[in-house]
């Protein structure tokens, strides 16, 4: 527990002391506030669509439910967005170790390869979780707008942190695998683009093949939650497919320590 | 201390080393001389516990590097070839990180950091950006992070490259200072730092120890001398002689063989005395039996050895 913690405490000083997180959450928010700004305009104009069909009618104005057509198609652009930008961040967690010699330090001390996956993993995570907070700036925009509801917001967000925990457990597990920063990118964007088709697929594969198609696809398992619905069976395929993440992890960088190829 | 028992690391078909065999006492300084790629590193990185050999085995203060590998570690300071540093921490915060993961508790780390800044002098950088440092600078933090756990081993691989001539002096007063606390191994291709610093040496060449010995038996057997043996039936004493008078010839001692003797003969080097000393022994009508250079692999070695500063 000790070394897990002095190796998660490094981990966020290195993030926090360079450039990376502040690249990484200022990007994030751009793009983030780009889409915002679209569905908002989007909104703005259905809200006057139907003020202008009451006025035409004579009819009290239906207002715009404002968590379907706003909250929920936000969400689902923010979980792209974390598609394309965690392996950004995520392929520098092994990979710079390796490359700048850091890793034979680490693999010398009286730690275990458990601590040294479970502490980066967390703290990528952790970086995650900011990101996501901050977001809040823009979510909160949406109460001068309509009327939220708390509940939908809350179980958005869990899944979003679900989501992102997937795709860190990829990007993670990618990284290990290289010392080149631009392969471990590329590889798990690659990774998470096949995952996202797979969930699109489904729609066309047969019927078994299609229900598996879209059990493996993060995104998929996500919309429940964009709905405000908090189901286990999805609680426990994220839990799942971090846990594999972390595993797979693991195993590559122990396995390189019995084989020596490193 | 450390045992190491025929061990051999092969890179794919290619051997980085075979059969290494040596042991190190408990507070003895080991030079590990070698010209470039003769497998320092790779031996090193075995006895950290950082890479498998292919076989043979290692162990350290009774431990095996690789099933034990957890009670190694915690003995261990290490320094590898390219010192590992995080080059967004400051000197400070990453010793302190160091000093956690390798188990210093926490009431003892302060003491710790600080001792080990004022020994290897990085007093005025401790709140420097590593990235900012120069690479002598980088190398003493490198230093620094393999004493910070005070261990009972340590393995220095190169801890002088890098460093400028006053600091290189520094450096080896340290190391020398850790012996007989502390078991050092140190690699270098540097021949006269061995002699400096270190109480035995082992060199290897191409992935093989060649030598074995104190520093000062190997620098007078490279000293400007080539080594011959001869075996000879007949006189003694008379031989001695005869092959002392031959041109070139710096001492004969002699090898008792059954029946017959053997003269180790230590000349000069660059000069070929074998021609010479052939036909003293036959003009007497002695019996030349044997005839050939000594240690030729050795001094091969040192021909590729960094032999002046
Ligand atoms: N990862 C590797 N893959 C393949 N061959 C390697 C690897 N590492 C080292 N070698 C080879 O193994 C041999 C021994 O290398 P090693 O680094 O142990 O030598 P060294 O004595 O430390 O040399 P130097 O003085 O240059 O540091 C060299 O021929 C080297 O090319
Ligand atoms: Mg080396």
């Known amino acids: 527990m000790k070394a897990y913690l002095a190796l998660l405490e490094k981990e966020l000083k290195i993030v926090f002391s360079s450039p990376i997180a502040y690249v990484f959450i200022g990007l994030f928010l751009t793009i983030a506030g780009f889409f915002f700004y679209n569905i908002m305009a989007w909104f703005d104009r259905i809200s006057m669509q139907s003020m202008a069909y009451a006025q035409m009618y004579r009819m009290p104005p239906q207002p715009i439910n404002v968590n379907m057509m706003a909250l929920r198609p936000f969400f689902h652009n923010l979980t792209i967005i974390a598609l394309f930008l965690l392996p950004g961040f995520t392929m520098r967690l092994f990979a710079e170790e390796k490359r700048q010699g850091t890793l034979e330090l680490l693999e010398t001390s009286p730690i275990t390869n458990w601590q040294l996956t479970l502490a980066k993993f967390t703290a990528a995570w952790i970086l995650w979780g900011i990101t996501l907070a901050l977001t809040g700036i823009l979510v909160g925009m949406l109460f001068f707008f309509g009327n939220p509801e708390v509940g939908q917001i809350l179980s958005g967000y869990l899944g979003m942190f679900l989501v992102g925990g997937a795709f860190i457990a990829i990007g993670m597990w990618f990284s290990t695998m290289t010392e080149n920063q631009i392969v471990a990118f590329i590889s798990a964007l690659g990774a998470n683009l096949v995952l996202l088709s797979l969930g699109w697929l489904s729609n066309f594969a047969g019927e078994t093949l299609g229900k598996l198609f879209a059990n493996i696809d993060p995104i998929a398992h996500f919309d429940d939650f964009a709905k405000g619905v908090i189901d286990t069976k999805h609680i426990v395929f994220y839990a799942s497919f971090i846990f594999m993440g972390i595993f797979l992890s693991f195993m590559s960088v122990e396995s390189a320590r019995w084989r020596g190829s490193r | ?309």
């Open chain 2, 1 to 309: 201390m450390i045992r190491v028992e025929n061990l051999t690391r092969y890179y794919g078909n290619f051997p980085a080393i075979e059969n290494v065999t040596f042991d190190v006492e408990k507070g003895e300084i080991l030079g590990f001389l070698g010209p470039n790629g003769a497998g320092k590193s790779t031996t090193m990185r075995i006895l950290t516990c950082y890479m498998p050999a292919t076989s043979g085995k290692a162990t350290v203060a009774g431990f095996d590097v690789f099933e034990e590998s957890m009670e190694v570690r915690k003995r261990i300071g290490y320094l590898p070839e390219h010192p590992p540093l995080y080059p967004d921490l400051d000197v400070e915060t990453y010793l302190d990180f160091v000093a956690k993961i390798k188990g210093v508790p926490p009431r003892d780390r302060k003491k710790a950091i600080d001792e080990v800044i004022d020994r290897v002098g990085l007093q005025d950088v401790r709140k420097r950006t590593i990235r900012k440092l120069s690479k002598g600078f980088r190398q003493r933090v490198g230093l620094a992070q393999a004493l910070v756990h005070d261990p009972e081993v340590l393995i220095l691989d190169e801890p002088t490259v890098g460093l400028d001539p006053k600091q290189i002096i520094e450096v080896r007063e340290l190391i020398k200072s850790l012996a007989g606390k502390h078991t050092v191994i140190l690699s270098t291709h540097i021949l006269p730092e061995v002699s400096m610093t270190c109480q035995r040496v082992v060199i290897i060449d191409k992935g093989r120890v060649v030598a074995e010995d104190t520093p000062e038996n190997l620098s007078s057997k490279v000293k400007n001398t080539e080594r011959i043996l001869v075996e000879v039936e007949g006189p003694k004493d008379e031989i001695q002689q005869k092959l002392n008078s031959v041109p070139g010839v710096k001492s004969v001692s002699i090898e008792h063989a059954n029946g017959t003797a053997r003269f180790v003969v230590d000349s000069e080097l660059d000069k070929d005395i074998r021609k010479d000393l052939a036909q003293a022994v036959v003009s007497q009508g002695w019996g030349l039996l044997e005839l050939r250079p000594l240690d030729v692999s050795l001094e091969e070695v040192f021909l590729r050895l960094t032999t002046k500063e």
